[in-house]
């Protein structure tokens, strides 16, 4: 788990730190989907702000998924913020060493719903694998517990005690 998390750490670091957007200067790797949403009637530039907001939020999913697998119980309720420090980060380090990018706070709302919802997602899994270990198992039926057998209290595999 911890090697994904780094692995993860290190795509997050390349999509953030990157000189150019990962969607090109002016959008041109999404073109077609601009052009899509265009013919349904949705302008442009709300398409672009929905498309980099989801692709925010998706971004940063597994972040809070792998941090609520590494985290204990009691810490997970430090996704959240952890997911706005993180994301804080990012569009300062944006702002502060990458002139061509743009640091908004609308990415820092974007990236932390993403990272709560990774975590959210990591908790309601590990309920359910929880649930599917702890259930008890079935009680024997009369007819098995009648033939099966009891170990005795005494047993000749038990150490005899010496003097």
């Known amino acids: 788990m ?3 998390s780094a692995a993860y750490a290190v795509l997050l670091g390349v999509v953030v730190l ?3 957007r990962i969607d090109g200067m002016h959008g041109e790797r999404i073109e077609p989907v601009l052009r899509l949403l265009a ?3 949705v302008p442009r530039a709300a398409a672009y702000d929905v498309i980099e907001s989801a692709a ?3 971004l940063f999913v597994p972040g809070g998924l792998l941090v609520v697998a590494l985290l204990s119980f009691r810490w997970r309720w430090w996704v959240p913020v952890l997911g706005v420090a993180i994301s804080t980060a990012a569009e300062l380090a944006q702002h502060t060493w990458l002139p061509d990018r743009v640091a908004d706070p609308r990415d820092i709302v974007a990236d932390a719903v993403g990272f709560t919802l990774g975590g959210v997602i990591g908790v309601l899994i ?3 694998l929880h649930r599917r270990h702890a259930r008890p198992s079935p009680a024997p039926s009369a ?3 009648a033939t099966t057998p009891v170990p005795s209290s005494t047993s000749s595999t038990t150490p005899s005690s010496t003097r």
Do not use: K, M, R, T
Request: proline share 6%; no cysteine.
């Open 2 to 4: 911890i090697a994904l």
């Open 18 to 20: 990157s000189p150019e």
């Open 39 to 41: 013919g349904w009637g």
């Open 56 to 58: 925010n939020v998706v």
């Open 126 to 128: 590990g309920v359910a």
């Open 143 to 145: 007819d098995q517990a």
